[in-house]
């Protein structure tokens, strides 16, 4: 069963920055997508970045382009999102999510995702 903990949200002013993590385990293939996605109040869940495990290739949405960096420690099977510039639309609950392909990482989609963490809280305000 794949477990996903995420850890890092909190309260930021605008500009500011976090890091988000990800600790993943119990993935029985070496070959998978990791992702984060946020919700924020009344709207819908969407995909911020992805990462591939198998090739390390990245999407990221184009309201996070040149912002936020995704990256991934394979040894301690952590996934990081490194926010920069945070603004107040960032606010949201940030979840990481993983799907059982390498490939999936270029779309990023939530329908894609198998597994969910239950979520960490991003607030970004003055």
């Known amino acids: 069963q794949v477990q996903l903990v995420e850890s890092g949200g909190g309260l930021v002013q605008p500009g500011g920055s976090l890091r988000l993590s990800c600790a993943a385990s119990?993935?029985?293939?070496?070959?998978?997508?990791i992702g984060w996605f946020r919700q924020a109040p009344g709207k819908e869940r969407e995909g911020v970045s992805c990462i591939s495990n198998n090739n390390g290739g990245t999407y990221y949405a184009d309201s996070v382009q040149g912002r936020f960096t995704i990256s991934s420690d394979t040894a301690k099977n952590i996934v990081y999102l490194q926010m920069s510039s945070l603004k107040p639309e960032d606010t949201a609950v940030y979840y990481c999510a993983s799907a059982p392909s390498v490939t999936l990482f270029r779309l990023c989609r939530v329908e894609d995702m198998n597994y969910w963490g239950k979520g960490t809280l991003v607030t970004v305000s003055s």
């Open positions: 119990g993935f029985t293939s070496a070959y998978y997508t």
